[in-house]
């Protein structure tokens, strides 16, 4: 059934071209109906296919008015959030999601633990954004290797950029580099599946020590995935190659190491809830540690958060057993403690075989009312044979980005980006959002607020621009993003591959009763979405 | 197969005009703009489509909406229904009937109020973060567990009479509760936002 909407005049307003088709219609009565009889059928029929052509027009009339055309890189939180809050602000908005990944989600997929289903079932919602019809995700589009951001900028009315912090905090001490020391996000990409990790291969089984340096969530996950039992693990999403590797590792004891005092731990209780919770571990807490000082008393006073872990951190002090039981998994709190350096193996190997710690005191800070470590000048010595660094995320620069490198961060101002940290000039049509706009802090919800304040910049910019702006005048978007990817050979992902992905992912899962097996290897990946 | 079956019904009126009944023009006429109106009130117009943020159970499309029910109906609702009234960041009201065993969050789904749900009600968020703006009626709920106030402890804007929206079950004591959306969004300091003092 063809409809021939050529001859008609196609407007939006529904009812006016209802009554147009109707008028056709009745128009009839004043012509001869004998005489006419054939041209009337005609008429008719026009008119007929008149109202339907305006209910046709309407239901796909977007296409015309897709003026908007705005991009997000990432695909994590913080980039799903940003392209719904624009979809939903701005109805001529068409928005284009990029990943350099071929899976979206980001740290939902990659960073939320395997043993943590229900933080990630935010996808849905993020999968029903996907959906909409003014939004495509287009996965293994890097940016700075598939496409620059200045030809971004160039394609898209606005771009914002959400790409998060792939790299970490260095320590900046002697033996940082020895085999064995790695950053927590490095181990958290291997068991997650991470595809430029799955050859990461953590030495398990050289030792029954590993130290993790940090106090905070990711601190936490990365201990309690080492002390969990296996089997506990097996009915989770986690990578099997990893599944493989802890079944066979010999690590029983895993110290979580601060700098500061139990008051100061940068953990949530849910999470620390969970895992002095494990069975048959072994918690030691120092008594001596939680003494706490009025300064600590007033830290705590106004942060709700650190007085319920401090009372947690109390009450598994005093109700733990005093040694540990033969075989028993064994998890240590330690305090006070600041790395000054990694030692080696006495083979000299390569490998670190003991971290000496500097011990330290709690002072007070003029500046931000919080207290800090400083060192005393006693040393320690704890033997181990894995270190894993949880001390916080940075981000990575890229071509053409403004970037304060101390902080880690695009210089910005509610999200509109600056042109360098000390100019207040703001460069035109590039936004941030998410960690790379305010630091590797909070929770996936923090991104919900971010992208709200971001979006909010966005809409006060458009408003003030008005019709003659750069704003005004029309993009390729996401025409000209896939005829650029298109010439340089570049397999773009789109999310119905991700969705072939994850149904193969969750078929293969469903025969070892995990609920996905998650796929790890690049060119699986790609060619599972040619077929 | 839609603009063949008005094109027949076009040329039967036009018959039915030629033989002088006026009659049957009239019926056809009229059985064409029922399927018509029909049709359009099912083909929702993708441009206005708003992305929802729905459960499952949610039965979608305007034809069956939860509005507020005529004052006869009341009487005999109260024994099913509470009233509830949400109040946003901007101070706009809301008025909806909740079913008693129901939580806030479903009822503020179903009735299109923006009430995030990341987790979907699985306690592993703390989007549905609510604001109980009467204390009595605070006082009414059950304590929260260990895990939503876990939970709270990281919700944005949060107040003495702070709940999460999945969590608190509709009870016929609570018929009237008030519940404020939290102004979080006023007051996110990107320089690292932190919760109000509890």
Redesign the interface.
Known sequence: ?L?NTTNLNIS?D?PFH?NGGLAL?FR??TLN??SD?HS??AL??R???A??GA?IA?????AA?RSLRVCVVGSGPAGFYTA?KM??AH?EAEVDIIDRLPTPFGLVRSGVAPD?P??K??I??FS??AH??RCSFFGNVSLGSSISLSELRQIYHVVVLAYGAESDRVLGIPGEDLSGVHSAREFVWWYNGHPDFNQFSPDLKNTDTAIVLGQGNVALDVARILLRPPAELATTDIASHALAALRESSIRKVYLVGRRGPAQAAC???EL?EILAIKHLYVNIKQADLQITSADEEEM?????RR?VFDLLSKASSSNQTRPSSGQRELHFTFFRKPDKFLESNDKSGHVACVNFEKTALKGSAGSGNQIAAGTGEYEDLKCGLVLKSIGYKSIPVDGLPFDHSKGVVP?I??RVLSSRDVDQLEDGLYVCGWL???P??????N???A??TV?SISEDLKKRGPTSKFASPKPGREGLLQLLENRNIQVVTFSDWEKIDSEERRHGSLSGKPREKLTNWKYLLELTTK | MLASKSLKLGTQAIRGLSRGLLFSYLFSVLRMLIIVFIVSRFSKPVAQATITRRKQYVQGGELFSTTATSSADVENEEKKKISVTFVDKDGEETQIKVPIGMSMLEAAHENDIELEGACEGSLACSTCHVIVMDVEQYNKLEDPTDEENDMLDLAFGLTETSRLGCQVIAKPELDGLRLALPAATRNFAVDGFKPKPH
Do not use: W
């Open positions: 059934m409809i939006y529904y209802f219609f009839q009565k109906p004998k009889f009337s059928k008719c029929q008119s007929s296919m109202i339907f209910m309407r239901a796909y009339s977007s008015t719904e979809l939903k109805e943590h229900e933080t079932i935010v849905n919602q029903r954004v909409n019809e949530t209780a849910k809830r006073k106004s942060n709700r958060i319920r910005n509610g999200g706009k305010r630091g802090t909070g929770i996936i919800a923090t919900l607020y971010d709200e304040e909010g």
